[in-house]
């Protein structure tokens, strides 16, 4: 079973850490796992000419080509971001958004996959669970089946606080549990809902 991990972060920063680690564990229990991150690549904003509600084809010719088919693989996906103004980054917004080509010519493209999210604050409560709840609003509108790590601190999914910087988020034991929790459960539903008797 295949997981496609989502940075939002454009840098290499506590979010890309977090994400790598949770791939990492999932590798572990022999799930295949591919990186995808916004740092560095060229992602335009959708800006709702509808051409690819007409013609199937996006307008613009640039990374998020690079994601069609990671997507459309992925048994489960992990989208994790850096808290900007207390939600999720542009970066990561834009590549929502930009999935509206994807789906155009596939309305089912997203169904039936798992969906988690990890979101890193720079601040202890910066509004980390707002930016889960972007993402999770993302899975269930186009279908899929979000997951969380449950109750007891991990409600929507994974949340870290940074302290702006790498070195911080590794001392986020709260944070770190909360990933466990919830790959936990991400683990239990890829099992659950897409594997193949
Ligand atoms: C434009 C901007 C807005 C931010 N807004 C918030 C915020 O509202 N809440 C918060 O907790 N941290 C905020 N931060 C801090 C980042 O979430 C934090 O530094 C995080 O670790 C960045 O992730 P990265 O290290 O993966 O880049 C903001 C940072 C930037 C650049």
Not at 95 to 119: H, N, W
Not at 124 to 138: M, N, P, S, V
Request: proline share 3%; charged share 25%; hydrophobic share 35%.
């Amino acid at each position: 079973m295949h997981v496609l991990g989502i940075c939002g972060s454009p840098r290499k920063g506590a979010t890309e850490y977090v994400l790598r680690k949770a791939l990492e564990t999932l590798e572990s229990y022999g799930f295949e796992t591919e990186f995808f991150t916004v740092r560095g690549k060229k992602l335009n904003f959708c800006i709702h000419c509808d051409r690819c509600l007409k013609s199937g084809e996006c307008t613009f010719r640039d990374d998020m080509e690079d994601l069609r088919e990671p997507m459309k693989n992925a048994d489960g996906i992990i989208m994790a971001t850096p808290v900007y103004n207390g939600g999720c980054s542009a970066q990561l917004k834009a590549v929502m958004d930009r999935t509206r080509a994807f789906l155009a010519t596939e309305p089912d493209f997203f169904s039936g996959k798992i969906g988690l999210g990890i979101s890193v604050g720079g601040d202890r409560t910066g509004g980390q669970e707002y930016a889960l709840l972007q993402i999770i609003t993302f899975y269930i509108l186009n279908g899929m089946i979000p997951v969380s790590g449950g109750f007891f601190g991990a409600n929507l999914g994974a949340t870290f606080w940074s302290k702006d910087t790498v070195e911080g988020v590794k001392e986020d034991e709260e944070g770190f549990r909360s990933l466990r929790k919830s790959i936990k459960r991400f683990r239990e539903s890829l099992l659950r809902y897409r594997q193949t008797p």
